[in-house]
């Protein structure tokens, strides 16, 4: 499975941005799914995630301002990021909610300016 994120970009803290992960090849259709992030400096955290199809968690720092989602017709799981603020600034990444991971992909930058 390989996975290709896209839709970063930079935004005006308050603004909003929707991420798109397409997986190609088969057999992750049916894995709980997850959005990760990796400011500078800091670990990958896990901010978002989702199994089947509407059972959705989130961290404390993003509840309320971020959708995850999933369209498995289309291979494809997005994040919705609403309220954006400066500590949102990250490259974000999709993968599996749990190890063996899939191949990391190479994220998509999200910058945030106050």
């Known amino acids: 499975v390989q996975l290709v994120e896209s839709g970063g970009g930079l935004v005006q803290a308050g603004g909003s941005l929707r991420l798109s992960c397409v997986a190609s090849?088969?057999?992750?259709?049916?894995?709980?799914m997850g959005w990760y992030r990796q400011a500078p400096g800091k670990q990958r955290e896990l901010v978002a995630s989702?199994?089947?199809?509407?059972?959705?968690n989130y961290a404390d720092s993003v509840k309320g301002r971020f959708t995850i989602s999933r369209d498995s017709a289309k291979n494809a799981v997005y994040l919705q990021m609403n309220s954006l603020k400066a500590e949102d600034t990250a490259i974000y990444y999709c993968?599996?909610?749990?190890?063996?991971?899939?191949?990391w992909g190479q994220g998509t930058q999200v910058t945030v300016s106050s």
């Open positions: 993968n599996r909610l749990s190890v063996p991971f899939f191949s």
């Open positions: 989702i199994i089947g199809g509407d059972d959705t």
């Open positions: 090849g088969s057999g992750w259709s049916r894995n709980a």
